[in-house]
């Protein structure tokens, strides 16, 4: 498995502070991927990178941003969480060419209280 | 709009049989398709993929099954295992929009001993 780690694992936080969630692959993957999962609506991407300094929008990114300063890294923001951020978080990297495997992390739960 | 849906939200099989588990997509321009098995607590795992131009592939105990005149997409699982109780996702590539998956809802699978 492509090593891939998140950090926090847990979070709880309260309504209008700034959160930082952290990805880290050691696999020198191109593209990595933020997604929150809830219960009725499965994996939503929320913002992705293809390398360093790039990244785009996905179907739900709010109130969320994201850096990618190395390629190990991949950082999403939340400006002032909400309690509809509450969720789980989960990262993926994937290597450069098309269409192939992704790797999650194990996943972050965040409480926004 | 473009959607992947699945037939039944959860599917309980006894140790040793085979489990069948479906998928219906709605865009015809999907040109991949991928299966990821999501354990409690933990981030999804892939298990199979399928092109566009291929209507079976087959695994270690699993076969993915792509119709695309009616764009169904299905998951067997050869002597369903207690370890293969999961929630099984498929999710789908747009061919022009190739790194955004479209995910369904999951499929809980239990299996009884």
């Known amino acids: 498995d492509a090593g891939i780690t998140q950090s926090p694992r847990h979070k709880v936080t309260e309504t209008g502070t700034p959160v930082t969630l952290r990805c880290h692959q050691t696999?020198?993957?191109?593209?990595m991927y933020w997604y929150r999962q809830d219960p009725g609506h499965g994996l939503r991407l929320i913002h992705y990178?293809?390398?360093?300094?790039?990244?785009d929008k996905g179907e739900v990114s709010d109130g969320y941003s994201v850096s990618r300063s190395k390629t190990e890294d991949f950082l999403l923001t939340l400006e002032s969480a909400t309690s509809s951020q509450t969720s789980v978080y989960f990262c993926a990297s994937e290597p450069g060419h098309k269409n192939t495997e992704a790797f999650f992390g194990q996943g972050t739960r965040l409480t926004v209280v | 709009g473009e959607s992947v849906g699945l037939h039944l939200p959860t599917l309980s099989v006894q140790e040793g049989d085979n489990s069948i588990i479906n998928c219906a997509y709605s865009n015809s321009a999907s040109d991949y398709f991928i299966w990821y098995k999501q354990e409690s607590g933990k981030g999804p795992q892939f298990i199979i993929d399928i092109r566009s131009n291929m209507d079976k592939r087959q695994g270690q105990r699993v076969t993915v099954l792509l119709n695309k005149t009616v764009k169904h997409l299905s998951l067997q699982i050869a002597a369903t295992q207690p370890g293969d109780s999961a929630v099984y996702f498929c999710a789908e590539n747009n061919a022009g929009n190739n790194r955004k998956l479209i995910w369904g809802l999951g499929t809980s699978l239990a299996v009884n001993p």
């Open positions: 696999e020198n993957h191109r593209y």
């Open positions: 990178s293809y390398g360093v300094k790039d990244t």
